[in-house]
């Protein structure tokens, strides 16, 4: 049921509702909109949804609302929704803003899948106040998705020291929040990127000993960047990147419901220039994952973003195809 016809409905059954009991709108048994094609219900391995940093350009020039992404990603036909803290008015999420989203989610048939949090802090820090100080401002992170019903939140691992002194600070920070998630069943999940979060063979370390059912990692196709430097114009450039498909091979057994598809630019066949999507697919296949595949395009320029989105969506289902 489409949110003009949702809402006139079922505006009354909100009324009054906490903050934690609100209607599942992010559960798996929605049914996908219209648009939603039936080869992402039927035949891939996986679930299509679109990460709202695709939109980042629209929203930031005022040109798409951040309360206007649920309508705006079922144009793609996807079936879930991850959103990113950043593109809300001062990072909260406010009991009625909540509201709205699940009743927006739900009026288009999306389940609410994850949100990124970015801004709240390095979990991998020395200093022990500033990284409690973290914890505490990602807790309030895993409330809020809890009342999306969404699965999992995503996190960063950045920190100062040696990679053991981030292993061991990650590994306390972990540790916290997954133990505050499990009471409402949501995963804390680090992807890879950049620094340190990007050197895959330190990163899986915290992984190991954190051992919680709900701590895990997003794997992305892109950002890979360990180290950058200057090139000989002083313009900076990654000096130390790791290779994608080893990385993306080690974070595919620690993946909890969702990898990343990062897509920048396309050539005339409709393939994303830095990733092969055909060998990436695979690797992701190869490990048994059934769970969302998110949408990532990344462009400044406004006007580019739903093309690129529908270019990375047919790109997945393309390749996702040659899979099944």
Known sequence: MKRRNFVQHSSAAFAGLSLLGLTNCGSSD???????????????FFKLSLAQWSLHSQIKNGTLQHIEFAEKASEFGVDGLEYVSQLFPNEKFTDELIKEMNLRAEGEGLANHLIMIDHNGD????????????????KQWIDAAAALHCQSIRVNMAGDGTNEEIIMAGTESLSALSEYAAQYNINILVENHGGF?????????IFQ????PNCGALPDFGNWCIQKGKDEEGKEKCINEYDRYKGVKL??????GGVSAKAKKFDENGNELTTDYTQMLKIVKDTGFKGYIGIEYENDDADMEDKGIRMTRELLIREGKKLI
């Open 209 to 212: 000993q954190v051992n919680l």
């Open 197 to 205: 979060s990007s050197n895959i063979d330190e990163l899986v370390k």
């Open 123 to 138: 979990l991998g820090i020395n200093d022990s106040n500033e990284r409690q100080q973290a914890i505490n401002n990602h």
């Open 251 to 256: 974070l595919m057994p620690h993946a909890k």
């Open 30 to 44: 929605n049914k996908s909109t219209e648009q939603n094609s039936s080869e992402t219900e039927n035949a891939l």
